[in-house]
């Protein structure tokens, strides 16, 4: 997972020292007004997802617990319309995570076991999206944009750690892109794979590394610099795969709120 996360980050700063080399030469041969508004842009910002799913037979549908982390991005706007509309992509990276404890005991009180779980996500994002600007006063704006994000899933997993007193502790991870089960630990009489999916709420089946999200975002624009923006995305892609995809169907929703700088 370490090298996934540290891939993610090399192609950030090589995207971003390929854009600044060519983004210097053209900065000779036109003003700065220009060389900005077609410059690239860095983006930090908050990330909320959560996962529908609906059973077809029954039309029964169950949300997910949200997960919540951060996004990092590089940007670059493509002037269709000067000052006006714009073609906006780039390469992102989002990082996000859950994690629930909670605590059973036996009837009497004689045993006690704590339950952690957790699940955690890492992707790459590429937005294709039209942007149009519009001036209020001085040099204060507002934007709108609209348009696809594709994603490619680096790691999807799910754990769950659990002390039972006097007994032992058993750790148990899911890999929702492989199926694969890694345990350690023992506890007496727990089947660890049986006891995640079914205690632990891991799906029998697995998950597609790649999505499709259609969405939209509002911003202000301050002095050509920084932007504030706020928008959603709709999952198009039924997330599972294999046999449950016959009889299931689940969507992800994001939310994203962030700060960039333009260059």
Known sequence: M?????????????FSAVEMAARTDRGRQMGPRESRAEGIGI????????YKSTDWATDEVERAPALNGFTASLTKDFALVRSV????????YVYQTRTRN????????????????DRTEHFMTLPVRLKYTLPLFGRIGVSVDAGPVFLAGLSSKMGARMRVQDTGLLSSSYDLYSGKFKTSGVAEGMDAEQWLKTDGGIPEGRL????VMLGASVGADFFSLLEVRAGYDWGLVNK??????????M????????VGLRF
Request: positive net charge.
């Open 2 to 14: 370490k090298r996934c996360v540290f891939a993610a980050l090399a192609a950030l700063m090589l």
């Open 240 to 249: 599972y795969r294999g046999d449950l995809a016959a009889e299931n169907k």
């Open 102 to 117: 909670s605590e059973a005991e036996s009837p009497g009180g004689l045993v006690r076991t704590k339950v952690i779980m």
């Open 251 to 258: 969507y992800r929703g994001q939310f994203t709120l962030s």
């Open 85 to 92: 509309l714009y073609l906006q992509t780039g390469l992102g």
């Open 43 to 50: 983006t930090f910002g908050y990330v909320n997802s959560s």
């Open 208 to 211: 597609k590394r790649f999505d």
